[in-house]
């Protein structure tokens, strides 16, 4: 299983961008990278997803670069809404169970 | 659509008592997936089913069992309850499609065993 290191928590404004890295040392050539958004007494939601070089759809975007060994989840513009816990996952969309391993995940604090 | 239900929201047992935890989709999915969250921590994998009629371990399968013998239903057991299972807990289904894959989670169950 590829492990994941986030930072445990963030400060941001609201209307600034914020960008949370995940490191993925030992990331293998079949797996996706996912990102999950966790609101309190909620389950988490998926946000985005991505293999290589950069995704973007109507919440986020989703930098990788060459060498896969991290990736980036730039939120535009946050709003208090958007704090929330954060998840990066790293795991081989063809393996059922095992790689789904949810970290403590970023702690995204949005502040007036 | 519904998306993945979870019955009951909140319960309170007794030390030994057992019961069974439902979790529902009506998006059709194959997989399905039972987590427990403790407090400040990530979720972690229980058990997990690729499909009607089959369950296996995830990551912390001591204590649980599964069913999973109607496609849309996936049934979390407790069989004797323990003040360390006292929980949150998702369950989530699981599509996966040529634009990749993408977990559903329930609302969760709240757990707590005196």
């Known amino acids: ?112 | 659509n519904a998306g993945v239900t979870q019955t009951p929201k909140f319960r309170v047992l007794k030390t030994g008592q057992s019961m069974t935890l439902l979790c529902a989709q009506d998006m059709n999915h194959e997989y399905m997936y039972w987590y427990r969250q403790d407090p400040g921590m990530g979720l972690r994998l229980i058990h997990y089913s690729v499909g009607e009629g089959t369950t296996a371990k995830g990551e912390v399968p001591d204590g649980y069992n599964v069913s999973r013998l109607k496609k849309q239903n996936f049934l979390l057991g407790l069989e004797s309850a323990a003040p360390s299972q006292t929980s949150v807990y998702f369950c989530a289904s699981r599509k996966i499609d040529g634009g990749g894959e993408t977990q559903y989670f329930g609302p969760g169950t709240r757990l707590l065993v005196l």
């Open chain 1, 1 to 112: 299983l590829a492990k994941t290191t986030q930072p445990i928590s963030m400060d941001s404004y609201e209307g600034q961008e914020v960008n949370i890295t995940c490191s993925h040392n030992n990331i293998a050539t079949n797996d996706y990278i996912t990102w999950y958004q966790q609101f309190p007494s909620q389950g988490p939601r998926f946000i985005i997803q991505g293999y290589k070089t950069k995704v973007t759809n109507e919440v986020a975007s989703l930098f990788i670069p060459a060498d896969r060994k991290s990736s980036t989840l730039s939120l535009p513009r946050v709003s208090l809404s958007d704090t929330a816990v954060y998840y990066c996952l790293v795991g081989d969309r063809e393996n059922y169970g095992q790689n789904f391993v949810f970290g403590p995940g970023t702690r995204l604090s949005v502040l007036p």
